[in-house]
């Protein structure tokens, strides 16, 4: 169910529809496997059997690593869970495909058939390998891997019919009555990953794979026609993606699939099969150079992008967080924490990016986060995984090892492509539970290597009782995980469907099934904010006193913590003490609300110092506490803040505004106007520099100057109100009354009822 589902899973219920769902799909199948296989041996076989690889303790080393790293995390609860929108870095999802490691190489056959008869002796080579009992196994690689193709199959089917637009044309002929979900009328939909370029990435991996079952696996005509018809689908797909490491996987890992076999002469008798290798080899290389954007005129190249930072920004930031200190340096940041990584340690040429403002949740590719999160021991533990796993393949491609064990190449050629795609890609819950299903299914097929460890309770009576009552203890902690998860799920559905009048009242049904997840609570903080604002804006007479003070109640203690009626409320700083987004939100609570809560200027600055430690390199940060520092009086700190802000982005258009407002603070107008000119003249259609700049010539008493500048706002932007306003209070000073007349009416209009314009009309009139 697993092999089939994961691929194609995806539900509309939630925030996010994929990875979500495909990490409770894991851990739910997973885990109850997991208690099956060990309930079978305890209950009913009476006996305990492992099988044991040289890969184990790789793999065990490197989950531990993953357990003391989020342990020691900077962002436990995201360490734990995953971070919020990604979902697929989470340590229990890592764990659930640890444990899937171990069912496959426990519970995975070559045949599928009982390899051993109940009444004679063994019935082929592999009692005499790996010791296996007199039991019946019932799951084949053969089984798993046609399983996979079948699965990958409908996922190709349904990526086809997104990409022409048919679930919207089927939805348009029933007259909208078929009811799909959102998500699925979106051209760039396939169930396998939240993203075009990352189904490009699982193909490519896929591809491979089916190349090394082509190559080494007779089949018959009709299997022969099904996987011609799966590889040239897949490769029609690759090629309207055209996502370059996707090209990358896919010519890279087969290119080393053919150094080692040309190497070991593993087809010196049939050297012909490797032309298919080859031929793909050369349609990867070819289109690593053809560029499908030429061809946007045909409809189907014209999709959007997914935005990946580059390799340099993400190699920068993951050795900036394993330097940081000696626990980062043994552990990283922690599991599911590279947004951490990113705003600490992103370098300051990246605000020349277009995407500057983007906190990227992950890396360009999986080695640098690991890096980053798990520090050098997670990544030294990871190619420890792969060099070994690796060195034993080197072996077992040679002609005489692989008689019993036909799908070792294409496991192979797979898992070459998975290692090149993580240097060039980042890992999904699709491109993870790959890796681990190949990793099991290639150390079934190893057979030698593999031994097997048997305590039966027939000797020790009392063992059969200990193990019941661990299993039953296991049994009431899985089923504890259950009740949890389903409330966690419970409480996304209920934030995915926030909006409108009940917003608020279904965050914070979110926040209440889940008060671990630190996102809810600053979408709660941010949201009671909105309320503060709006009703504060009213006139004072019109003002509910009231809700206005408990809203900022809510606020602050959402973003911070507190109590409310009964309850204790941890906050999104007390749950996430280092994510930027929490104490930037906190700050920007108290800077909002300044006028109504006595201390708010100072809970301002010292949030924002704080969200700065978090994200050195972000100049809206240091221009927003610049700003804080000139309403506390500090201009000098005010305009360090400025400076800082300009250094980081030269072409940061507020700081600048914002420095040049303190030199008028200072008194030195000339200069203030000097530097807000330059700015219009860099940036000749910026509204906020042209208003900025009327006032400052209003103020020094150019009026005839100002109106111009006012004049320019109101032609790029004519609904801008302050600068009608502007104009009106320009005009009045120069008695052309029936001009300051007209804008102060078009004041009226776009903010009706406001009452001082109300009153400035009337006494000009």
């Known amino acids: 169910m697993l092999v089939f589902l994961l691929p194609l899973f995806f539900l509309p219920f939630t925030f996010e529809a994929f990875e979500f769902n495909k990490q409770y799909l894991l851990f739910f199948l997973v885990s109850l496997a997991f208690f099956s296989w060990l309930a079978k041996m305890v209950l009913v076989d009476k006996e305990i059997r492992f099988k044991r690889s040289p890969l184990d303790i790789f793999v065990l ?190 010519s890279g890992g087969l290119i080393l699939f053919l150094a080692i076999v040309l190497w070991r002469r593993t087809f010196k008798e049939n050297v012909n099969k490797l032309l298919l290798p080859i031929i793909l ?6 289109f690593l150079f053809i560029d499908m954007s030429n061809f946007e005129h045909l409809g189907i190249f014209q999709m959007p992008k997914e935005q990946v930072i580059s390799q340099q920004v993400s190699w920068t930031t993951g050795f900036g967080s394993a330097t940081e200190g000696v626990k980062s340096g043994f552990l990283g940041s922690g599991v599911g924490t590279f947004n951490y990584d990113f705003a600490k340690f992103k370098p300051v040429s990246f605000n020349e990016n277009l995407l500057w403002q983007i906190r990227f949740d992950r890396a360009g590719n999986y080695f640098a986060e690991l890096l980053g999160t798990m520090g ?48 060039v890609y980042y890992q999904n819950t699709t491109l993870a539970f790959f890796f681990w ?30 193990f019941s009552a661990l299993l039953i203890v296991l049994g009431l902690v899985i089923l504890g995980m259950y009740f949890f998860a389903a409330n966690f799920y419970l409480a996304d559905i209920s934030y995915k469907s926030a909006a409108g009048n009940e917003r608020i009242q279904k965050v914070e049904k979110a926040a209440g099934l889940n008060p671990y997840q630190s996102q809810y609570k600053i979408v709660l903080g941010r949201d009671y904010l909105a309320r503060v604002l709006q009703e504060n804006q009213k006139p004072e007479e019109q003002k509910d006193q009231t809700l206005l003070s408990t809203d900022v109640h809510l606020a602050i203690t959402y973003g911070k913590g507190g109590q409310i009626g009964r309850n204790v409320i941890k906050g999104a700083t007390e749950l996430s003490p280092n994510r930027v987004a ?51 009086g500090n201009r000098e700190k005010g305009m360090q803040e400025f400076s800082k802000a300009q250094q980081l982005k030269p072409d940061y258009i507020d700081a600048s505004i914002q420095l040049a407002l303190a030199y008028e603070a200072e008194g030195n107008t000339d200069e203030a106007i000097r530097q807000v000119e330059n700015l219009a003249n860099t940036y000749p259609l910026n509204v906020e520099v042209f208003f900025q700049l ?28 302050n600068a009608h306003y502007s104009l009106g209070v320009a005009y009045q000073k120069k008695g052309q009354i029936s001009k300051a007349i007209e804008e102060y009416e078009k004041v009226l209009e776009l903010n009706p009822g406001n009452q001082d314009v109300q009153e400035k009309l009337q006494q000009l009139r």
């Open 437 to 466: 299903l190949i990793l099991g299914l290639s150390v079934v097929n190893w057979q030698k290597p593999v031994r097997e460890k048997t305590i039966s309770f027939k000797d020790f009576p009392e063992l059969s009782l200990v």
């Open 694 to 721: 009327g006032r400052l010539y209003f103020n020094a008493n150019r009026v005839d100057d100002a109106i111009l500048q006012f004049q320019a706002v109101t032609i790029l932007m004519p609904n801008h109100s």
């Open 281 to 286: 080899v050369i349609i990867g290389g070819a």
């Open 376 to 423: 050098f021991l997670g990544i030294l533990s990871y190619l420890g995984l792969i060099g070994l796993f690796l060195f034993i393949s080197w072996y077992m491609v040679s002609g005489s090892q692989m008689q019993n064990s036909k799908y070792q190449i294409p496991l192979l050629m797979a898992f070459l492509a998975l290692i090149v795609s993580q240097f």
């Open 582 to 632: 929490a104490w930037e939100t906190l700050g920007m609570i108290y800077r909002d609300i300044q006028g109504i809560a006595t201390g708010a200027l100072e809970w301002a600055i010292k949030s924002f110092e704080k969200a700065i430690t978090l994200e050195p390199a972000n100049p809206v940060l240091h221009t927003e506490l610049g700003k804080l520092y000139l309403t506390s």
């Open 61 to 250: 080393a490197f989950l531990f690593i993953a357990i003391l790293s989020a342990v020691f995390s900077v962002d436990k609860s995201s360490s734990l869970f995953g971070f919020y929108g990604r979902f697929s870095d989470g340590l229990i999802g890592l764990l659930s495909l640890g444990l899937l490691y171990f069912l496959i190489t426990n519970n995975v056959s070559l045949s599928g058939k009982p390899l051993i008869d109940a009444d004679k002796e063994p019935i082929n080579a592999e009692k005499k390998s790996a010791k296996i009992s007199n039991k019946s196994v019932l799951i084949s690689v053969n089984g798993l891997i046609r399983t996979l193709m079948w699965s990958v199959f409908f996922v190709i089917i349904f990526s086809y019919l997104s990409i022409f637009s048919i679930w919207t044309q089927i939805d348009n002929m029933l007259g909208g009555n078929l009811h799909l979900p959102t998500v699925m009328l979106q051209r760039i939909f396939n169930p396998a990953a939240g993203s075009m370029e990352g189904l490009a990435v699982f193909l490519a991996v896929f591809t491979t794979l089916l190349a090394g079952v082509m190559v080494t696996c007779g089949k018959k005509k009709a299997g022969n026609v099904f996987l011609w018809l799966l590889l040239l689908l897949s490769l029609g797909l690759l090629v309207i993606i055209d996502f370059t490491p996707a090209w990358l996987a896919l």
